[in-house]
């Protein structure tokens, strides 16, 4: 083959310095478009801010069979000065949920606090327990 037949393939399939060079340019235009998501990224999650952390505890629960209830004790804790509002509830023995609450405690200048509180039931329980809180 000639010189002018190769050029003609390479130009029918792609393969001349001017596509090598679009291609080149297009590859490192995305990678740097990529870079700058991932660092955009990574710059607004880690300056999200700091968010007040609770943490909730089961210490334990108490059947009252004859007020076919559950009292169920937790701790609480959260950052003084904050509204939090909390959700009890009681399994049966196939842990379907027979019986749930939502608790609303008041701000208070404690970090931690020992709490609790008496759920009714549609049916006989077999423990209690914290689903979960949040800040209110």
């Known amino acids: ?11 029918r399939y792609g393969r001349t ?9 297009l590859l490192i235009g995305g990678a740097i478009a990529f870079a700058v998501v991932l660092v955009a990224w990574v710059v ?3 300056l999200d801010g700091q968010k007040p952390q609770i943490e909730v505890t089961d210490t334990g629960h ?4 004859e007020d076919r209830a559950v009292e169920v004790s ?3 804790s959260v950052p003084p000065g904050n509204d ?19 608790i609303d405690v008041p701000a208070s200048e404690r970090h931690i606090r020992s709490l609790t509180e008496t ?11 914290i689903y979960g809180c949040w800040l209110t």
Not at 17 to 25: E, I, K, L, P
Not at 62 to 65: A, P, T
Request: glycine share 4%; net charge positive; hydrophobic share 45%.
């Open 62 to 65: 108490r059947l009252i069979n």
């Open 74 to 76: 937790w701790n609480l």
């Open 17 to 25: 310095r001017t596509h090598r060079t679009r291609d080149r340019v």
């Open 84 to 102: 939090t509002a909390c959700v009890v509830q009681a399994l049966n023995e196939d842990f379907t949920v027979v019986g749930w609450k939502v």
């Open 44 to 46: 607004w999650a880690g």
């Open 1 to 11: 083959m000639t010189a002018p037949q190769n050029a003609a393939l390479d130009a």
């Open 119 to 129: 759920v009714r039931v549609a049916q006989e329980a077999n423990t209690g327990l």
